[in-house]
């Protein structure tokens, strides 16, 4: 079974500043990791992927993550926050394996503000 | 652009009255998701095919189901809704060979509102 902690539902940062969502997995087979972000009332889209090639994976809009495996984690980062960053993040696992056809298993979710 | 397309994007519907809900692609994908979202929660997967095989997720009700008529379409029906399905509903799209999928590809959703 696979599964995907978020830490911390609510995320504030200035505009300019660090942005860290941070997301911890649990999977019996090597995963495949993705972030996707969520603008109200809109469709999931694709941040970026890891699939078992770069530990750091860099995404669009300048976000990028490191998988690492000792850790179990995914973090999310960017180097500085814009206003238009402010939306929701989820992460997401895929088992490499078995019958699950790609099926991804979400976090609950990081909505990220970002103030002026 | 190759897209996932969702229609309508808002549905209103009435307590227990039969709703169908669309999805579209032109990526020639061959695994389409449906996925249920509600308010400030995580997607939560309803069932997907694989081709023409239909694959339900084990805590899917029997209130919904789905048809997919061709590579391209697939629909949503509900047919009772409650209140308690009122939530976006999220299509998503993937190719996979064999047993290993790639990315999936979201449509913008549609939002069910049960009055």
């Known amino acids: 079974a696979q599964s995907v902690t978020q830490l911390g539902s609510h995320v504030s940062v200035s505009e300019g500043a660090l942005v860290l969502l941070r997301c911890n997995y649990s999977s019996s087979v090597p995963p495949y990791l993705f972030w996707y972000v969520q603008y109200p009332n809109q469709g999931l889209q694709l941040l970026l992927k890891y699939t078992s090639a770069a530990t750091l994976v860099k995404g669009i809009n300048g976000f990028e993550a490191e998988f690492k495996k000792s850790e179990t984690s995914f973090h999310l980062t960017k180097p500085s926050a814009h206003m238009s960053d402010a939306a929701e993040y989820f992460c997401a696992v895929s088992e490499t394996s078995g019958t699950s056809y790609g099926k991804l298993t979400f976090g609950q979710g990081t909505i990220l503000t970002v103030h002026p | ?115």
């Open chain 2, 1 to 115: 652009d190759a897209m996932v397309i969702q229609n309508p994007r808002y549905q209103v519907t009435q307590f227990g009255k039969p709703v169908t809900l669309s999805c579209s692609q032109t990526l020639n994908h061959n695994v389409m998701y449906w996925y249920q979202q509600k308010s400030s929660q995580a997607p939560k997967l309803l069932f997907h095919y694989y081709d023409k095989d239909f694959n339900n997720e084990a805590d899917t009700p029997d209130n919904f189901q789905s048809r997919r008529p061709n590579t391209s379409f697939c629909f949503l029906d509900i047919r009772s809704p409650g209140l308690g399905d009122a939530a976006m509903y999220l299509c998503a799209t993937s190719r996979a060979t064999g047993r290993v999928s790639g990315e999936q590809f979201f449509g913008p959703g549609t939002r069910l509102t049960v009055l």
